[in-house]
């Protein structure tokens, strides 16, 4: 095995698409907004990123871990997709990105939104029904 592929399976969100799909989408976000005067960058740019490095930190947070943590961390994860929503309509209304750069990150946040939603479907599927509430419920107080 070389050096790369011991890497990535020792990172084993990195074998998530999902990880995959958001890096790629911070990597859009900080190319987009690297131009912006400086108090466009102050007011949106930064939190922008900020929010999409979101995306990804709570998959890899919530990989680590159990399924009904993993579950938890999903949720945030959307949080921050939807954050990221609210950026992108700054945006557009504010004029910083044309209609196409809005288009795009719309599509890529409702594709995050699908893949994350199909994670915590697959994951909340292999809980056993009994007690899932409850330990998700659980969770959350502690957190």
């Given at each position: 095995m070389n050096e790369q592929e011991n890497s990535v399976s020792?990172?084993?969100?990195?074998?998530?698409?999902?990880y995959a799909k958001a890096i790629e989408y911070i990597a859009w976000v900080q190319e987009e907004?690297?131009?912006?005067?400086?108090?466009?960058?102050?007011?949106?740019?930064?939190?922008?990123?900020?929010?999409a490095q979101g995306i990804a930190l709570n998959i890899v947070e919530g990989s680590v871990r159990n399924k009904v943590q993993f579950i938890y961390y999903l949720k945030i994860a959307k949080s921050f997709i939807r954050e990221c929503v609210v950026y992108t309509d700054i945006a557009a209304k504010s004029s910083i990105l044309s209609e196409e750069k809005i288009h795009h990150s719309v599509c890529q946040l409702m594709e995050l939104t699908k893949m994350t939603g199909k994670?915590?479907?697959s994951l909340q599927d292999s809980i056993p029904s009994i007690n899932r509430k409850e330990k998700v419920d659980e969770f959350s107080e502690v957190v």
């Open positions: 020792f990172f084993r969100f990195k074998d998530l698409r999902i907004t690297v131009h912006l005067r400086e108090d466009q960058q102050f007011m949106l740019g930064e939190k922008f990123v900020k929010a994670l915590l479907t």
